[in-house]
């Protein structure tokens, strides 16, 4: 609703010619509304503020002062008495009441069409809304600029609580404290915890939602932004109730901070989608396809060479754990590679740092620094060493600290994999018992030492006996042979 104009403003419009005959302290109350009635009663076709005019057709000495109560209890904003038709003088009992009442009475002349007086209200109405509009078209146009900032939603806040000269605040979606700007605005969240979470749960459900606040030195409103679900919280402080400006501009806010989040995310998923695609053609060994695709979209490999790292984390944590790495998840390059991690080339003077910063995320494996052209080995490395840090349970393995690496390093990497593959294919098929994988493994790497083997797998010897002879007759292999068990290490450091 807009600000109205007061009966002051109305009273100064010389061409109606209004006298303040009472209640003259009393002129600065908004006039929402003009209402005409001669009837004795008209408070039951009022909703307050309204300025009534009258002709006193039924009003004389008797009923002057129960009329003015009346209108009085119904809060109108003042009473206008035209002159000239039923009375050529307003009522000195009707003045009398209005003067102890503190009632603004003003006298109408008999020239002044009371429809006079309902067309300036209106006319300062549209005046009034129209000021409004133009308040919260500017502030949303600085806000836009705002948005375009290099800072983007950061900027959208210090702007917003500049507009509305309180604080604004922007929390993530678990609530935690991105921004915030303005006086006030340190610890303004601290209290918000249950109304963030009502506010997912009511968002949750379908339904656009925002919660306010009132206490009687501070006016609160936290909304979430986010079109298919919650990216995130905006809550506004002030010190004064909002005006309906104040809501545009807050909500307008909202739609900045919308957009700047779902925009950042489809484009964080065009680009890593892009980035696969790279990787795919670089591991097919077409790399200058690869490097071409990237200066296209403004983006260059890492001079010099690089280190491929494999990380098992939670995907999106792991990929804004990397920040400004080649970091692709290898599920979206294709191929047999594991799509449960996420792969990164970094240069080899990073790299140890770049692990350590995944490793807190997951198991983490480094293979060695290789050229352009020999990526792929680098990654079948940096896959080996994941599989090693999985099995150990360590944060950061690197192939260089694996054990026959420089066996592994004489094979051809297509040939020894087709060799795993194919050695270890019967023991992959045998129904469910995938611990025939994990009980060979770790029983090579005690060196056929039963009790130390059983106590690593948690299992009695005999039940370990029992799985080896079952893994003897599926592979054909004499495991007491050490060139079988030579063979089978390998195929099982091959697949890692």
């Known amino acids: 609703m807009a600000v109205a104009p007061t009966l002051r403003t109305v009273v100064r419009r010389s061409p109606l010619g209004l006298g303040v005959l009472a209640g003259g302290d009393a002129l600065d109350r908004p006039v929402r509304w003009v209402a005409v009635s001669e009837l004795e009663d008209p408070t039951p076709f009022l909703e307050g503020g309204e300025l009534v005019l009258t002709t006193g057709m039924r009003l004389d000495a008797g009923n002057a002062a129960s009329y003015v109560e009346r209108l009085v209890g119904r809060e109108v904003a003042g ?169 545009t501009v807050v909500n307008a806010a909202g739609s900045l901070l919308t957009l700047a989040a779902e925009h950042g995310r489809e484009y964080l998923a065009a680009e890593r989608r892009v980035r696969s695609a790279v990787l795919r053609l670089l591991l097919a060994g077409q790399v200058d396809a690869g490097c071409e695709t990237l200066e296209r979209l403004g983006e260059r490999l890492p001079a010099g060479p690089l280190v491929a790292i494999a990380c098992a984390g939670e995907r999106e944590a792991v ?27 970094v240069p080899a003077s990073r790299a140890d740092a770049v692990a350590a910063a995944l490793g807190e995320h997951g198991p983490v494996g480094v293979g060695d620094p290789a050229g352009l052209d020999d990526l792929r080995t680098g990654l079948d490395q940096a896959g080996q060493a994941l599989a090693a840090a999985r099995r150990g349970a360590v944060p950061v393995m690197r192939f260089a600290d694996l054990a026959g690496r420089g066996l592994l390093c004489l094979l051809d990497s297509d040939a020894a994999a087709a060799f795993s593959a194919a050695l270890l294919a019967p023991l992959r098929k045998y129904g469910s018992r995938a611990d025939l994988l994990e009980s060979l493994r770790v029983y090579l790497d005690c060196n056929g030492h039963w009790d130390a083997a059983a106590q690593r797998l948690g299992v009695h010897r005999h039940t370990l006996r029992y799985r080896m002879r079952r893994v003897a007759e599926l592979v054909g292999r004499d495991l007491d042979d050490p060139a079988a068990r030579a063979e089978l290490w390998i195929a099982l450091a091959v697949a890692g």
Not at 319 to 345: K, N, P, W
């Open 319 to 345: 990929l804004e754990a990397a920040g400004d790495e080649f970091a692709a998840a290898d599920g979206d390059a294709g191929g047999d590679t594991g799509g449960d991690r996420v792969v990164l080339l």
């Open 79 to 247: 009473l206008g008495f035209g002159v000239g038709l039923g009375h050529e003088t307003i009522p000195g009992e009707l003045v009398e009441a209005a003067t102890r009442a503190g009632l603004p009475l003003l006298e109408v002349p008999r020239d002044t069409p009371f429809v006079a007086i309902g067309k300036v209200v209106s006319e300062l109405l549209a005046a009034e809304q129209y000021d409004e509009l133009s308040r919260a078209f500017a502030a949303q146009g600085r806000l836009t600029r705002a948005a375009l900032r290099p800072e983007g939603p950061r900027a959208v806040i210090d702007r917003l609580a500049r507009e509305l000269g309180g604080w604004a605040v922007l929390l993530d979606e678990a609530g935690a404290v991105r921004h915030a700007a303005g006086r006030g605005s340190a610890g303004a969240a601290d209290d918000l915890g249950p109304e963030l979470e009502r506010l997912r749960k009511i968002t949750n459900r379908g339904a656009p939602a925002s919660v306010a606040l009132s206490s009687p030195r501070e006016h609160v409103i936290v909304q979430p932004f986010g079109a298919r679900r919650v990216r995130g919280f905006l809550a506004v402080g002030l010190g004064r109730p909002f005006t309906p400006v104040a809501h």
